[in-house]
């Protein structure tokens, strides 16, 4: 039968009306059509929905506002009845031998438009309706159209909604050649009459979808499409539909595996208690693209000279990481992001992936698998390939054998390169491309990076600095870096974090006021111990309390962040004295470095303070590594501190640390002056001496933090953490402020008053 004819033929029935007859319910519960057995014809034609609901989600299509074309007198009493007599022209069923009977006979038509009844003149172009079939032995339904009936102990997977089923019907039918589509059409209309009422005038898609799931549940409509694809010998085609649901429901519940492992958050470096959710937390971060632009150097006091060319960056908000425009403008496969120790990275990755799970973002991405290096590490005692990793991280996959598919792109993201603990080398390690095939862990993962497994793939590497900048630069299409927070988001931090608005104006009002706690709170770690700090504040002493203007107590809480964050990743526990040996190379070498107003660390000075920079910079996270440009041509990779308030209360802890556990003063020449002073008051008043000499200030902070380091909160810290056979000692607080207040009136140095007035707050005196 051609395409024209076909369009010719029309449906026809007797307008026999009868206004009592009640709506009946097809096979599925959702066809309808009615037979009397007084031969009369009522077609329940469904009414076309203007357009599809796709929020609607799991919910089967209403189908309820049907009109009924004609009625017929009285109802079938069930659709095995309806084919026990039913009509059909059976030279059009002869493609099809189990289709159903129906009532209606088709007719070619001269015309293609004509409706017309029996009734009608003889001479216009008509269908007409003829009983051509005997009574039949009732046959159960099931068994003529199987695909209709649906397990009723079967529950729906909550991954098939109505947004996919339209989607995924289409994108197959898609497929289809335009005959095919046609003799796909066709056969629906003879196969369900009852659905979709008159022959195909012209093959519209979106209307053939349309009115399958309005007629039939979401699972029926896919059946009925599978089943007819298999019919016309399409084999392939209705299982790649079968693989779309497929991949449709290893989504889904990818999804809620990720939502249930990233959509709640421990802050800093808690892993107990209550988990909170992640949109709860979660505040804007700073992320700007080319790279390291080396540390925030801005100072309370000290001028620092700029540290790196910081070229002007572009700002990138977190969801226009791997965007549409990245993937399919820009054509990027590789992302990788930087940022210090506590700068957001993981944060970011998190409300990537939430975003993603959640539906609200990215979808563009087919699959997303977080492969973070920390959980790679438990893996490397063994070979695995690629989707091993994946089907072993997420054991809903493992029905699907590979993940690549047209849909939409594959995506891993690796958090925290600087974790994994083998070294990776990207010249020598073999190449690795096939993906279902099992190697070493560090096979693979070079090979990822390279791009030689599942190479449409698009990766997303996180790493604390030095790491991500050892990785081959043609692997790498774009340097991001996570910078913390802008002035605007740390205030939007704070608010979020305390919900009484009272408290959080006060919180805002006092860092703004306290200059070096302002600038550092760039770093979200630091914003989550001054939260806890001032939180703790609130509870003990009440919402109309002062908050504390001491810095110390902060950076020391800070610091054991840091190194509580550091073993937490390594294999084995450092013990207590290892801490302190590695504090006080630190510490010295920061200390000497300040002595002279330095602040980057050349290659020379690790070495003279045995220190490994890959231990100060990516382990402890105290460090930081970034270029300079040299030449134009010549870009140099240089270190220093994260921040050089980090410099000089690492400092600062040094001159402590080496009084507490030797005696020794290191401010020696001013000892002999106050030799008979019990020996903290002659350290504080060497400091305070040393300190007012130098002539920019540069160890102003220091003092602060020695100062602060003495208080009793701050002692029982350190004694507890690094110096763990002794106790805390007298701090000399008073004497310490008394000496300070003499320096204020004095007045020799009226520049440092300032300074000398946030010493006494340290002090917690006015
Ligand atoms: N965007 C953010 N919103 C709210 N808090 C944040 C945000 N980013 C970071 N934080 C806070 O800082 C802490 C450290 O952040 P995160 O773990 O993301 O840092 P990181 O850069 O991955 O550090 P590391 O290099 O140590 O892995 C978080 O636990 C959280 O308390």
């Known amino acids: 039968m051609s395409g024209q004819e076909e369009d010719s033929m029309e449906y026809v029935g007797d307008a026999l009306s009868d206004d009592s007859v009640p709506f009946g319910e097809g096979v599925s519960g959702q066809g309808s059509v009615y037979m009397s057995d007084e031969e009369e014809d009522i077609f329940y034609v469904p009414e076309r929905r203007p357009s599809l609901d796709l929020d609607s989600g799991t919910r089967p299509m209403e189908t309820t506002d049907r009109y009924d074309v004609e009625r017929a007198r009285s109802p079938v009493h069930s659709y095995n009845s309806v084919i026990s007599d039913g009509f059909y022209q059976c030279d059009e069923m002869d493609d099809d031998s189990d289709l159903p009977v129906t009532r209606v006979q088709l007719v070619r038509t001269e015309s293609s438009s004509s409706f017309s009844s029996m009734d009608s003149d003889e ?9 051509c079939a005997e009574h039949k032995p009732e046959v159960p339904a099931a068994l003529l159209r199987p695909e209709l009936v649906k397990n009723p102990d079967e529950k729906r997977h909550p991954g098939l909604n109505v947004n996919f089923t339209v989607k995924a019907i289409t994108k197959t039918l898609k497929k289809l050649g335009q005959e095919d589509l046609r003799t796909f059409n066709t056969m629906l209309w003879k196969r369900y009459p009852e659905s979709f009422g008159a022959p195909p005038k012209s093959i519209d898609l979106v209307d053939l979808v349309d009115k399958l799931l309005e007629r039939y549940d979401l699972e029926v409509a896919l059946q009925i499409t599978m089943d007819r694809l298999k019919h016309m010998d399409l084999k392939r085609l209705a299982d790649y539909l079968t693989d779309l649901c497929k991949r449709n429901e290893v989504r889904y ?81 590789s992302i990788v992001t930087n940022g210090i120790a506590g700068a957001g990275k993981s944060m970011a990755v998190q409300k990537f992936i939430v975003d993603w799970a959640e539906e609200r973002e990215h979808q563009h991405i087919y699959f997303l698998f977080p492969l973070p290096f920390k959980e790679l590490n438990a893996m490397l005692n063994q070979k695995f390939s690629l989707i091993q990793v994946i089907h072993t991280l997420y054991p809903e996959t493992k029905v699907l054998p590979t993940f690549e598919c047209d849909e939409g792109r594959v995506m891993f993201v690796c958090d925290g390169l600087d974790e994994y603990q083998k070294p990776l080398d990207f010249h020598r390690t073999e190449t690795w491309c096939d993906s279902t095939e099992a190697t070493d862990m560090h096979v693979l993962v070079t090979n990822l990076i390279k791009g030689n497994l599942l190479p449409s793939s698009l990766l997303w590497i996180t790493s604390r600095p030095l790491t991500s900048s050892r990785l ?154 970034f270029l300079i440009e040299q030449f134009v041509m010549y870009q140099e990779r240089i270190q220093s501190f994260i921040h050089p308030t980090i410099q000089e209360y690492l400092a600062a802890l040094y001159v402590f640390l080496t009084w507490r556990s030797t005696g020794k003063n290191l401010l020696e020449q001013a000892r002999k002056l106050f030799g008979k002073e019990p020996d903290l008051l002659a350290v504080h008043r060497c400091a305070i001496e040393t300190s007012l000499q130098s002539p920019e200030g540069n160890l102003d902070v220091f003092l602060r933090f020695l100062l602060g380091m003495s208080l009793n909160a701050n002692q029982e810290l350190l004694c507890k953490h690094f110096l763990p056979n002794k106790n805390t000692c007298p701090s000399f607080s008073e004497e310490t402020a008394g000496i300070i207040k003499k320096k204020i009136k004095e007045n020799h140095h009226p520049d440092r008053n300032g300074n000398l007035q946030c010493c006494l707050d340290e002090l917690g005196f006015e």
């Open 253 to 333: 519940e990818l999804r809620q595996t990720l939502l249930g492992k990233y959509g709640s958050v421990y802050e800093g470096c808690l892993t107990e208690g209550e988990p909170k959710p992640l949109d709860r937390v979660f505040n804007e971060l700073f992320i700007s693209d080319g790279g390291n632009a080396g540390p925030n150097i801005q100072h309370e006091v000290r001028k620092i000279d700029k540290l790196s060319t910081h070229r002007k960056k572009n700002i990138i908000a977190c969801g226009q990481i791997f965007d549409l425009d990245t993937v399919e403008v820009k054509h990027l496969r």
């Open 472 to 625: 081959p630069p043609e692997s790498v299409h774009q340097v991001l870096e996570v910078r913390g927070f802008t002035d605007e988001q740390k205030e939007s931090y704070f608010r979020r974090r305390f919900e009484d608005p009272a408290q959080a104006n006060k919180v805002i009002a006092h860092l703004t006021s306290c200059k070096t706690l302002h600038i550092m709170c760039h770093l979200p770690m630091f914003c989550w111990v001054v939260c806890g700090q001032f939180q703790r504040t609130f509870q003990e002493k009440g919402p109309d309390t002062a908050l504390p203007k001491g810095i110390t107590l902060m950076y020391t809480r800070l610091l054991l962040v840091h190194l509580r964050v550091r073993d937490s990743r390594c294999e084995s526990k450092r013990s207590a004295d290892d801490v302190r040996d590695f504090l006080m190379k630190l510490g010295k070498l920061a200390f000497t470095m300040l002595e002279k107003n330095e602040t980057v660390i050349g290659k020379a000075t690790w070495k003279g303070a045995g220190l490994d920079v890959a231990e100060a910079v990516t382990k402890s996270g105290l460090c930081i590594e």
């Open 123 to 131: 001479s216009e172009p008509k269908t007409k309706k003829t009983r």
